[in-house]
């Protein structure tokens, strides 16, 4: 995947400028930055459904959004996207046939992310932290050659935190391209590289061995903050200090 001097503007608010970077196949690229920084819009550029200003984004040889791509790129959202009045089952029955992905697939997903126990329960009766796992299950099915999650970790428990950091490493064994966006500083550790999005801009892009040595620090939380601490650019894209994304979250 090439991302090349992408740029997002929305009415007076730039949400994204001048991004470029490219990922390799079987890597896990950790997404970080503080809210407003542009994560959610550049998630939304690669999956295609994100009006970019100008620059282009090329996934798996062809242009984001491309027909093509639909079946070989997963993407979840912060919020559940599937039915609530449907259950677990029924939800990934419904969207493997719309992918065209086996019905053995289901069973699959739904042990991957441990919701086993729920298959026939209603989305609705869910937790939080269920629903977003349901998600999850509908990226993975048809084994998707890329994966865009943003925040799929959030509102879980530690150990399930775990159990999925350790499925998205067995992926990216497999050759699966994953992009993770997220706020929770010590999952930078499982990932092979890490983008550090700030105000609109690409701050820093490296393993989390090399931006430790940049900045002095050992702690992931103390390397990000001291790249953002140490940032020229000191404001907002506008001059003010606004969220780069304007919707108050990345």
């Not at 970080?32 to 994100?50: C, D, E, F, N, Y």
């Not at 100008?54 to 039915?83: E, H």
């Not at 697939?105 to 869910?126: C, F, P």
């Given at each position: 995947?090439?991302?090349?001097?992408?740029?997002?503007?929305?009415?007076?608010?730039?949400?994204?400028?001048?991004?470029?970077?490219?990922?390799?196949?079987?890597?896990?690229?950790?997404?970080?930055?503080?809210?407003?920084?542009?994560?959610?819009?550049?998630?939304?550029?690669?999956?295609?459904?994100?009006?970019?200003?100008?620059?282009?984004?090329?996934?798996?040889?062809?242009?984001?959004?491309?027909?093509?791509?639909?079946?070989?790129?997963?993407?979840?959202?912060?919020?559940?996207?599937?039915?609530?009045?449907?259950?677990?089952?029924?939800?990934?029955?419904?969207?493997?046939?719309?992918?065209?992905?086996?019905?053995?697939?289901?069973?699959?997903?739904?042990?991957?992310?441990?919701?086993?126990?729920?298959?026939?329960?209603?989305?609705?009766?869910?937790?939080?932290?269920?629903?977003?796992r349901v998600s999850l299950a509908t990226a993975l099915l048809g084994r998707p050659e890329l994966l865009v999650l943003d925040e799929p970790t959030v509102g879980l428990d530690p150990v399930l935190r775990r159990d999925l950091w350790e499925l998205f490493g067995r992926l990216a064994e497999r050759g699966v391209t994953l992009l993770v966006s997220s706020h929770v500083m010590d999952e930078a550790t499982r990932c092979h590289r890490l983008l550090l999005l700030r105000q609109a801009e690409l701050l820093a892009d490296g393993s989390l061995a090399e931006l430790q040595r940049l900045t002095g620090q050992s702690e992931p939380e103390q390397v990000f903050l001291h790249l953002i601490d140490n940032d020229p650019q000191g404001q907002g894209p506008n001059g003010d200090g606004d969220p780069a994304d304007g919707q108050g979250a990345a």
């Open positions: 995947m090439v991302v090349d001097r992408l740029s997002v503007v929305r009415g007076s608010t730039t949400a994204l400028r001048d991004v470029r970077f490219t990922l390799e196949p079987g890597t896990l690229t950790g997404l970080l930055g503080p809210s407003g920084a542009g994560k959610t819009t550049l998630m939304r550029a690669i999956v295609g459904v994100q009006i970019i200003t100008s620059g282009s984004v090329t996934v798996l040889g062809r242009p984001a959004g491309s027909a093509p791509l639909r079946s070989r790129v997963g993407y979840v959202t912060q919020n559940p996207s599937v039915y609530p009045d449907l259950t677990v089952g029924e939800n990934l029955r419904y969207f493997a046939r719309i992918l065209g992905a086996p019905a053995s697939d289901v069973d699959r997903v739904v042990e991957e992310v441990q919701l086993r126990g729920q298959a026939e329960q209603v989305v609705s009766t869910l937790s939080g932290g269920e629903r977003s």
